[in-house]
């Protein structure tokens, strides 16, 4: 039997991935700019060195968590694919609608890169914004030449969700189904202004 006090030595891939949960959690809360590396070293019970070892910039580090979030996003927001189409896209809505208010701020330093002027934050958000889009076309069967329509679609709805979440709870005008609702009623009419 083995004493559980005795550390197993993590393989490069599970140290990364654990250096980056870690970062999740931590940007979640603050800024990149404020986040410490040596909080993150020091929660993953390594040296600060070894961390830049894996990430040789901070900069690197976070990407890499950004990266993480972008992905886990998507995951969460996939809609149930034996659903009929119209169905999936109601609830993708409602998931990403969810999403960004559970985490409004993280979305919000997603969408606007706090604190990191490298174009690779936009990509990732470019990367959730095409899963998105390509999950509305498929279930809907839309053309490849509305597909710009769908993306700008998600732009709107995205919007949409941010001002809504802004709101208190109490206060919010509409509860998140009449909002998922007009934000599909909308897709359906751009779709028909372009057909």
């Not at 250096?19 to 603050?30: D, M, P, S």
């Not at 809609?79 to 993280?106: A, H, K, S, W, Y």
């Amino acid at each position: 039997m083995s004493d559980p006090r005795i550390r197993r030595r993590l393989t490069a891939d599970e140290r990364r991935r654990q250096l980056v949960a870690i970062g999740l959690a931590k940007i979640v809360e603050k800024p990149i700019q404020d986040l410490s590396m040596d909080d993150i070293a020091t929660e993953a019970g390594i040296s600060r060195g070894l961390l830049f070892h894996y990430f040789p910039t901070k900069n690197d580090f976070y990407l890499a968590c950004i990266a993480a979030a972008g992905r886990r996003m998507l995951r969460t927001t996939a809609p149930d694919e034996d659903l009929p189409g119209e169905q999936q896209v109601e609830m993708v809505t409602r998931l990403m609608v969810e999403q960004i208010e559970r985490r409004r701020d993280f979305y919000l330093a997603l969408v606007h890169g706090h604190g990191v002027a490298d174009p690779r934050v936009s990509e990732v958000m470019d990367s959730v914004r095409a899963g998105s889009t390509d999950r509305v076309v498929s279930a809907l069967g839309v053309p490849e030449c509305q597909r710009d329509v769908v993306r700008a679609w998600w732009a709107y709805t995205e919007d949409r969700a941010l001002t809504w979440s802004a709101v208190p709870t109490g206060e919010r005008p509409a509860p998140v189904s009449e909002l998922v609702e007009e934000c599909v009623a909308a897709l359906h009419a751009l779709l028909q202004i372009r057909a």
